[in-house]
């Protein structure tokens, strides 16, 4: 149980597109979900938690213009990377916490989207 | 604030060495603490928890126990497998949005 899907799992692209970075839970519910950036041998930088049916809490120092998230319904939360450019290019994760018991308790993550923007 | 402190990598044993990777934590309240790993060109994997002073969490031969009064989670194995060569990351949940606050990561490379 509890698992996290990421679709695509890597993306190239070109400067100036935008990007759509899809996460599901498979078989739970999860109101809520992160998203972190992870550069090469560093750790998790969290970019956004986003609530089901809310407006995503962004971190400070990431944009919210241009890291656009939605998160429609209890499955599924999505990263929309606007107008990409070489800078954007890193590895992005998501997690989702379980919904009930102790809040917070567990996030399990998604495999991850290499993103690279040429 | 609260924060996760792990001790520097890489860590390079033989196969079936002893394998001890420190983590320290600063935080209010009481959070529960978490060892994630996370394999070559894989996602993070939650490897094992424990949510209160004195639990020991325990998975694929790892063990880990919350000391509250050293504030420390210690990964330990003991004994380590080529398979095991990763990045184990410590990481606590705190604060009313119980966000994960993660260690930096310590990169284990096991030899045959």
């Known amino acids: 149980g509890a698992v996290v899907s990421q679709h695509p799992s890597w993306v190239i692209c070109k400067s100036g597109t935008s990007v759509k970075i899809e996460c599901r839970s498979l078989?739970?519910?999860?109101?809520?979900m992160f998203w972190y950036r992870q550069f090469p041998k560093q750790s998790l930088m969290l970019m956004a938690t986003?609530?089901?049916?809310?407006?995503?809490?962004?971190e400070q120092g990431v944009e919210k213009d241009k890291f656009l998230i939605n998160h429609a319904s209890l499955t599924l939360s999505t990263l929309t990377v606007t107008s990409a450019h070489p800078e954007d290019s890193s590895f992005y994760i998501c997690?989702?916490?379980?919904?009930?018991?102790?809040?917070?308790?567990?996030?399990?993550f998604g495999p991850g989207t290499r993103l690279t923007v040429l | 604030g609260d924060s996760v402190t792990q001790m520097e990598g890489p860590v390079t044993l033989s196969e079936e060495a002893f394998l001890t990777i420190n983590c320290t934590y600063t935080?209010?309240?009481?959070?529960?603490l978490f060892w994630y790993v996370q394999y070559p060109g894989e996602g993070l994997q939650l490897l094992l928890k424990?949510?209160?002073a004195d639990d020991k969490g325990s998975n694929k031969g790892f063990e880990a126990t919350y000391r509250k009064e050293t504030t420390s989670f210690h990964l330990e194995k003991g004994s380590v497998q080529v398979s095991d060569s990763a990045v184990y990351f410590c990481?606590?949940?705190?604060?009313?949005?119980?966000?994960?606050?993660w260690g930096l990561g310590t990169s284990l490379a096991v030899n045959p």
């Open positions: 997690s989702a916490r379980v919904l009930g018991g102790r809040a917070g308790d567990t996030q399990y």
């Open positions: 078989d739970f519910q999860a109101t809520t």
């Open positions: 986003s609530n089901e049916g809310s407006k995503a809490t962004y």
């Open positions: 935080a209010t309240g009481y959070p529960s």
């Open positions: 424990a949510t209160k």
């Open positions: 990481a606590l949940n705190a604060g009313n949005n119980r966000k994960l606050i």
